[in-house]
């Protein structure tokens, strides 16, 4: 890498880490906010102004480990569904050049430190 490179890379990276600095504080300021909207409000939809605030109810997900316990899938096959094993367990089992066909690849993804 040449010096002029290296002196792009060092500006970029340290934009990109402000940037990232700045997000950061900016949500926690927001979330602070919204704490505070939300505070003593039940669910419900508020005019703001010209503005209008919903407060919908959080989502209800079924509690795993729970249910299985007390509906295990031997005795309530209807309640499940067959699944694959982890990619890591099944590239142990049939080996990666078997499963290259089936292997999908997130976003390349940048880290700055």
């Known amino acids: 890498m ?8 060092t500006v ?3 934009k990109y880490a402000d940037l990232t600095d700045t997000i ?5 300021q927001a979330d602070q906010v919204k704490a505070l909207i939300m505070a003593d409000r039940p669910a419900g939809e ?6 209008t605030v919903k407060i919908k109810p959080g989502r209800k997900t079924l509690d795993t480990r729970r ?3 007390e509906h295990t899938p031997a005795d309530n096959p209807e ?3 067959i699944k694959p094993k982890p990619l890591s367990q099944l ?7 078997a499963l290259q066909d089936y292997i999908k690849t ?8």
Not at 2 to 9: A, C, D, F, G, V
Not at 24 to 28: A, G
Not at 91 to 97: A, D, I, N
């Open 46 to 51: 508020y005019q703001a102004g010209t503005l």
């Open 12 to 14: 970029l990276a340290r």
């Open 67 to 69: 249910f299985l316990t």
């Open 79 to 81: 309640c499940y569904d």
């Open 24 to 28: 950061s504080r900016l949500q926690e």
């Open 91 to 97: 590239v142990r089992q049939l080996g990666e050049p």
């Open 2 to 9: 040449t010096s002029q490179q290296e002196e792009q890379l």
């Open 106 to 113: 997130g976003n390349t993804m940048l880290v700055v430190e």
